[in-house]
């Protein structure tokens, strides 16, 4: 079930040259998208999610003969998002049952539709009685309740994923309450993140080429470069890195390890170099970034006695054509999170 080519070499430059430049830094050793933008560390991050019950489907279009795309007003980040969902082939012939829930996040400078526009998830899906769900997390892709200097009014996407598209999807599409979380790159953190920080609300959760430990050396350095090249502070994420350690180890899936018990795990990861694509020296430098501390991160499960179907391998880019794979691999760790057969 290969993506397209069209799709892949349209996509993968935009995102890596950018990450490129973050891992060269990376592999410097720079520091310099670590000064800190605020003097103070932000306290604890307990209550700050705002309620679900404001949130409201403002629009549904069809994309698709099982593809909708639903506008959604969302009081957790202030403003409308966009959302992707694909129903389950008998969802209108079965009206009084309901479905597990597959949420599948995005990378970094994408956006809501990039699974359906670069892997064959739809087909793969069709006969899998699951209703899947597609979120934005925003242009960075980091699905977290952003610090924003302590301001009001800090956007939050992990309530949005977690607690507003949780209600919606049981009003409108007859959600269950069996659900999993896969993403790649920024959206493979989030996957392990969401689970870790809300136990018990996923039955499994699948990183391909995500960030496991966002304080491991350089990877503020990363997640500084992706936050900036939106546009943003570095320090509005969790604050700055040296200061407000505490609160980025309350989104790190390093720190949480322990509250992943109990919750089905696949971890997927390519060393990059030696890369036989030299076409994409740039995705593969951005592999071997995260390699190192991907397998720190199974040593961590190890130790703490949590299962986990781990896939390291030699090579690889930092792109869709392993993701997609990588997927198909984890369907039956997904899938058994999920009550469904693999």
Known sequence: MPSSPRHRARRTPRR?????????VLLAGSGALLVPEASGAPAADAGRHRTAEGARILAEEKAGARTLDLTVDSPALG???RVRVILPKAFDSEPERRWPVLLLLQGAHDDYTSWTRETGV?????DKDVLTVLPSSGPTGIPTDWWNFGLPGAQDYEAFQTEELGRLLRERFRAGERRAVAGVSTGGYGALALAARHPGTFGAAASYSG?????????????SAIVAREGKLPGALWGPPLLARANWNRHNPAALVDS?????????????????????LEAAVLEGTLWGQAQGFARKL?????PARV???????????????????????LAAGLGLPG
């Open 122 to 126: 739809e087909s793969f899906l069709a």
């Open 260 to 280: 992943l018990d109990g919750t089905g795990l696949y971890l997927s990861q390519g060393s990059g170099l030696p890369s036989e694509d030299f076409g994409n």
């Open 311 to 333: 896939h390291f391998y030699q090579g690889g880019l930092h792109a869709w054509e392993f993701w997609e794979r990588e997927f198909t691999a984890s369907w039956p760790t």
């Open 16 to 24: 890596t040259k950018l990450f490129a430049l973050a891992a060269g």
């Open 211 to 223: 960030i496991t430990d966002t304080t491991a050396f350089g990877m503020p350095t990363v997640l």
């Open 79 to 81: 403003t409308t998002a």
């Open 302 to 306: 190890k130790a703490a006695g949590i």
